[in-house]
């Protein structure tokens, strides 16, 4: 399975705007690229994803490279609530009727400072 | 909107002790999935199910089993409990058997099971 490679952690003024990097040099062409987060002491929680454009949604953007060797997510205006671990997840094709799990790595602690 | 029912939210159990952890999906949504997240790690799965059938396996010990009914809720079922068990236990869900990457998954809201 293709891997993603996230800093440890990140730091962010409230109200400010947070870019999460994501490397997945080794994705294939059918590969999505999933954005998930987790709060302290809750579930993990589908924030967005994407093929090959950028995609926008109430929660954040997703900026893919050209090359989709890359991505990055963005919260354009942090709020305390947004303190949780981001987790940048490959989703491949699957075939033969596989079910198509999440595999979560080590994603990016966010911290956010009032 | 509903989302995905897991119960119980706590659970303490003795070493050796049996555990049941139950999961009501989405509704109409057809596949479980369980996974498994110690402290200060990454969620890991465990188990997954598609209407009613295990569809997918992965860290699951052997004293662990589980099923989905006919309803599409689904139990993890554990015994002979080690202390190495204590962990928050998620169930999501998802709608139908996607080979695509697209589908998405919406968890629950966890079930801690401490082991003495």
């Known amino acids: 399975d293709a891997k993603t490679t996230q800093p440890n952690s990140m730091e962010s003024n409230e109200e400010e705007p947070v870019h999460l990097p994501c490397n997945h040099s080794t994705i294939s062409g059918t590969d999505y690229i999933h954005w998930y987060r987790q709060l302290p002491s809750q579930g993990p929680e589908y924030v967005i994803h994407?093929?090959?454009s950028n995609v926008n949604n109430r929660m954040a953007s997703l900026a893919i490279a050209e090359d989709r060797k890359s991505s990055t997510l963005i919260l354009h205006r942090a709020t305390l609530r947004d303190a949780a671990v981001y987790y940048c997840?490959?989703?491949?094709?699957?075939?033969?009727?596989?079910?198509?799990?999440?595999?979560f790595g080590t994603g990016t602690l966010l911290a956010v400072q009032p | 909107a509903a989302g995905v029912i897991q119960s119980p939210r706590h659970l303490i159990k003795e070493k050796r002790e049996t555990a049941t952890l139950k999961c009501y999906p989405i509704p109409r949504h057809d596949t479980v999935y369980w996974y498994q997240q110690g402290p200060g790690q990454d969620p890991q799965f465990l188990i997954s199910f598609y209407e009613k059938m295990q569809s997918d396996k992965g860290s699951i010990p052997d004293r662990f089993s589980a099923q989905q009914f006919s309803d599409y809720h689904s139990e993890l079922n554990m015994s002979s409990l080690e202390l190495g068990d204590s962990a928050l236990y998620f169930c999501a869900s998802s709608v139908g058997q996607s080979s695509s990457g697209a589908n998405v998954l919406t968890f629950g809201a966890g079930s801690r099971l401490t082991v003495l």
């Open positions: 994407g093929l090959t």
């Open positions: 997840i490959l989703r491949p094709l699957l075939y033969g009727g596989a079910t198509n799990k999440l595999i």
